[in-house]
């Protein structure tokens, strides 16, 4: 079975820098396409980014484009979000979750379609001064 872990999480400044890291255990992260999902305190979860397998295709919120940076280590079975040019409004729980993705196809972001089958607990990421 499957299992995700979240690190990397935790309090930066705005315009600051951060990495987080989606590690797998129980199982190897190859044929599977893996999202990073956020939530805000008092919002709903939302897409920001995802990489198939092997990393062919990649997608990001418009939010986030061209501040973040999404990447996977098919070795190390690590999937990785570099995070550049923080706002407050980045602030939440960011979750990684992993899909099937046996044809490496591009992969989505989008929530609520059941797509995603396997999750992390999340890392906490504050911007603030």
């Known amino acids: 079975q499957l299992q995700l872990v979240e690190s990397g999480g935790g309090l930066v400044q705005p315009g600051g820098s951060l990495r987080v890291s989606c590690a797998a255990s129980?199982?190897?992260?190859?044929?599977?396409?893996i999202a990073w999902f956020r939530q805000a305190p008092g919002k709903e979860r939302e897409g920001v980014s995802c990489?198939?397998?092997?990393?062919?295709?990649?997608k990001y919120d418009n939010s986030v484009k061209g501040r973040f940076t999404i990447s996977r280590d098919n070795i190390g079975h690590t999937v990785y979000l570099q995070m550049n040019s923080l706002k407050p409004e980045d602030t939440g729980v960011y979750y990684c979750?992993?899909?099937?993705?046996?044809?490496?196809?591009?992969?989505?972001?989008?929530?609520?379609?059941?797509?995603?089958?396997?999750w992390g607990q999340g890392t906490q990421i504050t911007v603030s001064s």
């Open positions: 979750a992993a899909t099937r993705n046996p044809y490496a196809g591009p992969c989505s972001i989008a929530i609520g379609t059941g797509r995603y089958i396997f």
């Open positions: 129980g199982s190897d992260l190859d044929y599977y396409a």
């Open positions: 990489i198939s397998y092997p990393g062919t295709h990649t």
